[in-house]
C-alpha cells in the first residue's frame, strides 16, 4: 500500500513539474512574439499588437485546457487508488481468515464449537472452490488442509493481479 501511495506521488510531482516546465515554455514563447513584433516595426503595431494578443489568448485557453485535464487525471488516480485500498482490505480479510481457519485445523479445533462453526460459515464462499482439491492429511483431530493452502496461494495470484490492473489504469503511458 504504502509503495501505491508513494506511485501516486510520484505521479502527481511528474505533472506538476510538467505544468511548470509547460508554463515557462509558453512564456518564452510569448516574449518572443512580442520581440518579433517589435523588432519588424520598431514600435509594437496595432496589428503586431492585435497577432501577439491572439496567440496570447490562443496559449492561455491551451494552458487552461491542460490544467483540467490535469486535475482529471490527477482525481481518476486519487479513485483508483481508493479502490485499490479497498481491494487490498478485502484481500487481507479474507487471507486472515483463511489462515485463521487453516490454523485452527491443524491445532485440531473441535468443528462444533461456535466460533468454527462461525469460520465456517463466512469461509464457505471463499473455500468451496478448493475443497478436496487435494488430499488433507490428518494425524487425530489435527488436520493440515493443503486444499486451502493452495487456495491462499490462488487468491495471492489473483490479488497480485488486480493490483497489476488498477496499476494500468492509474499510470497511463507517457506520449513524449
Known amino acids: 500500500m504504502v509503495r501505491e501511495a ?12 510538467l505544468g511548470q516546465v509547460k508554463q515557462k515554455l509558453r512564456h518564452e514563447v510569448q516574449e518572443s512574439i512580442e520581440r518579433k513584433v517589435v523588432s519588424r516595426s520598431g514600435s509594437p503595431s496595432d496589428t503586431g499588437s492585435r497577432e501577439v494578443e491572439a496567440v496570447a489568448r490562443s496559449l492561455k485557453h491551451k494552458a487552461l485546457s491542460e490544467v483540467g485535464q490535469t486535475e482529471r487525471e490527477l482525481e481518476r488516480a486519487r479513485g483508483i487508488a481508493r479502490l485499490n485500498q479497498f481491494v487490498d482490505y478485502l ?43 487435494m488430499p488433507d492429511p490428518a494425524v487425530g483431530s489435527f488436520q493440515l488442509m493443503l486444499s486451502f493452502i493452495v487456495a491462499l496461494v490462488v487468491y495471492a495470484l489473483l490479488h497480485m493481479a488486480v493490483k497489476g490492473l488498477l496499476r494500468v489504469l492509474v499510470f497511463r503511458e507517457t506520449k513524449l
Open 6 to 17: 508513494h506511485l501516486v506521488e510520484d505521479e502527481a510531482q511528474r505533472v506538476a513539474d
Open 91 to 133: 484481500f487481507y480479510v479474507a487471507y486472515g481468515l483463511i489462515g485463521l481457519k487453516i490454523g485452527l485445523e491443524l491445532l485440531g479445533a473441535r468443528d462444533s464449537s461456535g466460533f468454527m462453526r462461525f469460520l465456517a460459515v463466512v469461509t464457505a464462499p471463499l473455500l468451496a472452490p478448493f475443497r478436496g482439491l
